[in-house]
């Protein structure tokens, strides 16, 4: 039984380190809320202008709107180089200013699902948009 323990406790800490390298953190300054949903998810699209406030990211879908925060599935990522922040996602790079089409959805100010409840340790408000990707035309 102590073999079994000890067996579950070191593939953990290689899953984890796994995580980790496939997963890499944000940058510094920028918050990066991920969702670990994997299978049946929400589809429903979301066209909007991808902004940055305070190291979160928004879609605003309308001028007279705050946007909703984006909760990134844990396969895209964020980096920042000489132009700024830069999101690679579905083999593709998004930034800030530009117009997108993401796939999931809107959750207003919660309650979020469970495989999304880790995104609420990020100091950035709702409403919430749970993406599993961008939309292909």
Same mark, same amino acid.
Do not use: N
């Given at each position: 039984?102590?073999? +079994?323990?000890?067996?579950? /406790?070191? @593939?953990?800490?290689?899953?984890?380190? @796994?995580?980790?390298?496939?997963?890499?953190?944000?940058? !510094?300054?920028?918050?990066?809320?991920?969702h670990t949903g994997?299978?049946?998810?929400?589809?429903?699209? $979301? %066209? #909007?202008? &991808?902004?940055?406030? =305070?190291?979160? $990211?928004?879609?605003?879908? !309308?001028?007279?709107?705050? #946007?909703? %925060?984006?909760?990134?599935?844990? $396969?895209? !990522?964020?980096?920042?180089?000489?132009? #700024?922040?830069? /999101?690679? /996602? =579905?083999?593709? !790079? /998004?930034?800030?200013? *530009? *117009?997108? +089409? @993401?796939?999931?959805?809107?959750?207003?100010?919660?309650? &979020?699902? *469970?495989?999304?409840?880790?995104? %609420?340790?990020?100091?950035?408000g709702g409403p919430?948009? %749970?993406?599993? #990707? &961008?939309? =292909?035309?």
């Amino acid at each position: 039984m102590k073999w +079994a323990l000890g067996t579950v /406790i070191t @593939l953990a800490l290689s899953i984890g380190l @796994l995580m980790l390298l496939a997963f890499p953190r944000a940058p !510094s300054g920028i918050h990066w809320p991920q969702h670990t949903g994997w299978g049946a998810s929400p589809l429903a699209g $979301f %066209l #909007g202008v &991808l902004r940055e406030r =305070d190291g979160c $990211f928004y879609v605003e879908t !309308s001028p007279d709107e705050p #946007g909703y %925060l984006v909760i990134w599935p844990m $396969f895209a !990522s964020v980096s920042r180089d000489t132009e #700024g922040p830069v /999101i690679r /996602i =579905d083999g593709r !790079s /998004i930034r800030p200013g *530009e *117009e997108v +089409a @993401l796939v999931g959805g809107e959750y207003g100010h919660g309650p &979020l699902p *469970e495989i999304a409840r880790a995104a %609420l340790s990020v100091p950035c408000g709702g409403p919430y948009m %749970l993406t599993t #990707g &961008l939309y =292909d035309e």
